[in-house]
């Protein structure tokens, strides 16, 4: 998607520059009170969220523009639930379905 829409602090079609950005996000985090939230937060924050939802490392890589889906697993690749984070689970839904409890 290209447009201003595409940004959240929109000056051009393609998109603001960090000298009208930066005073822009500070001055809404000031208000916030949130004083130690960095804009780059906001994208670790949604890369996350989407990790979270099951999106795949390719889908991921396109929404946060990285070049490469390496760059992607380097910075989120620990959020991927592994082979045994879901047999941890399958086997809780096991228990709770059999009615017993995991020590």
Known sequence: ???????LFAV???GPGRAYLDPQWR?????LELKDLRLHDLRHFYASGLIDSGCDVVTVQRAMGHSKAQI???VYGHLWKTAEDRT???AQGLFAEANIRSA
Request: aromatic letters at 4%; zero cysteines.
């Open 88 to 90: 941890r689970k399958a």
């Open 27 to 31: 001055r809404l985090r000031d208000q």
């Open 12 to 14: 051009s079609p393609d």
């Open 72 to 74: 992607t697993l380097d």
């Open 1 to 7: 998607m290209r447009g201003p829409s595409k940004w």
